[in-house]
């Protein structure tokens, strides 16, 4: 250990911890002298003021000097245009990365151009109180003022042991388009595993969600959601078919009763939904969601999680490795009994016939029982029978009879005359 304390080296690695959790303050102490109470102190300082300013005050006991000038302020008022609904914590790491740390080609160099500093926590929240600039992040305030907190549960040790999923919709491109993102987060280390963007909250959405895990970590212990339709029958309770489909993998489904009893994913959502919109526009996304889906999975996840997760208790996991010879389709399917009738069967309003590979019809007898299966994936609809695969094919639709319903006179006229215009 080094005679002689580093102060400048122990609070460039502390703000390298910040973003690598990894770095323990054993290395730091190694490396620099202070001792891990020191440390702490230290963390905490940077929390509320900059480098600089704690060195500055710390070796010479003069008063730190924060005021900023007149081009830096300038300048972070233009930055600040590109992202007009941010979170302080957000605008100040955007910054900080892009502009300061010079991870962004387009501006790099500027700090040193335009003086700019890398500024405190406390300091970026004056500077939004000044320029009266609205962070959207805030707890609920009980009626006493204080704010809303739930107990936070004590994480599971390994990875795989329990994934936490939910989805959530919101207008991510800001462009009147509201999808559901299917996120699945790592109960053992705040991980993000996988991200699945759709129109709605659907089985597909998850589907698609789990396939990602699947093939980057294994099969997991158990998931933890709600009591949502996609995972249950909110009358019955009986399994819904995503659950038939984790059945199938022996993947066990755990419902919380409250969303606070899933709080990790929930505290993800509001993550997603204050962060998301604004990294889009940082790293100039494209409005189209299949490239949100690439980029988000491949990209985006290593980002959140360097910066949000923590190192898990037990570093074995607890997924299970996949068989070489998987079959996704043969686990990922949703079944529907059906009876067919003159050699074919309904689904909604639509009428199907079943053909093999040599395009010979499915003939059996009326009123046969079948079971019609649609992959999540492919959304191919089939029936299997005697060992043959048959794909179905709509040939037509089902012939209703309409029933009309009128409130007042008025209705009946209106609806008479919609029938005089149909017979003409």
């Known amino acids: 250990m080094k005679n002689d304390k580093d102060k400048s080296g122990a609070l460039k690695l502390l703000i390298q911890k910040q973003s690598d959790p990894h770095i323990t303050y054993q290395e730091i102490t190694e490396k620099t002298g202070y001792s891990k109470r020191q440390l702490i102190r230290l963390a905490g300082e940077l929390n509320e003021r900059d480098m600089q300013s704690i060195l500055v005050h710390g070796n010479t006991g003069k008063k730190p000097v924060t005021t900023a000038s007149d081009q830096e302020v300038s300048y972070l008022e233009e930055f600040k245009k590109a992202y007009p609904s941010i979170t302080i914590a957000q605008f100040r790491d955007i910054y900080r990365e892009d502009v300061i740390w010079g991870r962004d080609p387009e501006r790099k160099g500027d700090a040193a151009k335009c003086g700019l500093k890398d500024r405190s926590k406390s300091w970026f929240r004056d500077l939004f109180v000044r320029e009266g600039w609205k962070s959207p992040s805030a707890k609920p305030i009980r009626t006493d003022g204080s704010h809303v907190s739930h107990p936070i549960r004590r994480p599971r040790d390994r990875r795989g042991e329990l994934i936490q999923i939910d989805g ?112 889009i526009i940082r790293f100039h996304i494209p409005h189209n969601y299949n490239t949100l889906n690439r980029w988000f999975n491949e990209k985006y996840i290593r980002y959140l999680n360097a910066k949000f997760s923590f190192p898990v208790l037990d570093p074995v996991d607890a997924f299970r490795p996949l068989p070489t010879d998987f079959d996704y389709s043969a686990v990922f399917y949703a079944e529907y009994p059906r009876t067919m009738r003159n050699n074919m069967f309904s689904m909604g309003n639509s009428l199907y016939e079943a053909f093999d590979a040599d395009g010979v019809m499915l003939e059996i007898y009326q009123k046969t029982p079948i079971t019609v299966k649609i992959d999540a994936f492919t959304e191919e609809m089939y029936i299997n029978r005697y060992g043959k695969h048959y794909k179905c094919v709509k040939v037509g639709e089902r012939r209703r009879d309409p029933i009309y319903e009128a409130d007042s006179q008025k209705d009946v006229q209106r609806i008479l005359s919609v029938l005089e215009d149909h017979r003409k």
């Open 168 to 279: 959530t919709p919101y207008d991510w491109f800001n462009d009147d388009r509201a999808y559901a993102l299917h996120l699945a987060v790592d109960d053992a280390g705040t991980e993000v595993l996988a991200g699945w963007f759709m129109p709605t909250e659907c089985t597909r959405g998850y589907a698609r969600m789990m396939r990602l895990i699947l093939e980057k970590y294994g099969v997991p212990m158990a998931t933890y959601s709600d009591k949502d339709s996609v995972f249950r029958s909110v009358k019955s309770g009986k399994p819904s078919q995503f659950a038939d489909m984790l059945a199938r993998l022996d993947i066990k489904m755990i419902f919380a009763n409250s969303p606070q009893a899933k709080g990790r994913v929930e505290r993800y959502n509001g993550t997603a939904q204050g962060r998301l919109p604004n990294d």
